[in-house]
């Protein structure tokens, strides 16, 4: 029967995924991959021999249609990001809807997702929050962030080690640099870290220490006395 199963992997330990993920990678017919390489090292772990094909942000467009086509033909599939939840700022949306709108049976796993434990550890509010992912890199950047500016729930952002002290900068200019924070840093890896303080004093650390791996930030959403 025709299926596509949304597989959450490991964002660091490798020992973070679960048994039925596991049988599953096994037992279907083809794994869509961010990156082959990548999850190679999740297949060698486990010893899972199921064939790998790359699917991400550039090549899903042209090979949608030679997928869904597979998949109408009774064959069975999971979707894989590097780590964590695929369509969660990875690819995956596409080919999810395209699925839908075929028939195909869709069903996502529980599993790892990094902006949980990052929400969870943060300290912060967490019965009502927005998951903002990867701010927009240039255009419409500042207008979302003038947006968000009024938002009172907890936000929670995505961001990279390169673009991190630009993104603290600007969340001192449109939230204020009195706004609590919480970053966690390499979730689940060996060199875990978390942040914990006023943005401002947050982004002093990072301009004191060279940031490194990936980031999930937690924001204090606004409140009256702001």
């Known amino acids: 029967m025709s299926k596509l199963y949304i597989i959450p992997t490991p964002i660091g330990n490798l020992e973070d995924i679960t048994l039925r993920a596991i049988r599953l990678l096994k037992e279907v017919d083809l794994v869509l991959a961010e990156d082959t390489r990548i ?4 297949f ?16 899903e467009h042209r090979v949608l249609l030679k997928y869904i086509e597979r998949l109408k033909s009774g064959e069975t599939f999971a979707l894989i990001s590097d780590a964590g939840t695929p369509a969660i700022s990875d690819p995956g949306f596409l080919l999810i809807r395209e699925c839908i709108k075929e028939g ?13 434990p990052a929400l969870v550890n943060s300290g912060l509010p967490t019965e009502k929050f927005i998951f903002e992912g ?3 890199v240039k255009k419409g ?3 979302r962030l003038d947006l968000l500016s009024e938002e009172e729930r907890t936000m929670v952002f995505y961001e990279s ?3 991190i002290i630009k993104t603290l900068n600007q969340f001192v ?5 009195d706004r609590k924070v919480s970053i966690s840093r390499e979730i ?3 060199f875990e870290e978390k942040i914990r303080g006023s943005i401002f004093d947050v982004l002093q650390h990072f301009e004191a220490k060279k940031p490194k791996g990936e980031f999930v930030i937690i924001v204090e959403g606004k409140n009256e006395d702001r």
């Not at 010893?47 to 090549?59: A, D, R």
Request: hydrophobic share 35%; glycine share 6%; net charge positive.
């Open 104 to 116: 195909i049976e869709v069903n996502c796993l529980p599993g790892a997702t990094a902006f949980v």
């Open 39 to 42: 999850s190679r090292k999740l």
């Open 173 to 177: 200019d449109f939230f204020g640099g």
């Open 44 to 59: 060698s772990y486990y010893e899972i021999q199921t064939s790998l094909v790359t699917f991400h942000m550039h090549n």
């Open 134 to 136: 990867f701010l927009p």
């Open 161 to 163: 080690p390169h673009r």
């Open 188 to 190: 689940s890896k060996m």
């Open 141 to 143: 950047r500042k207008t």
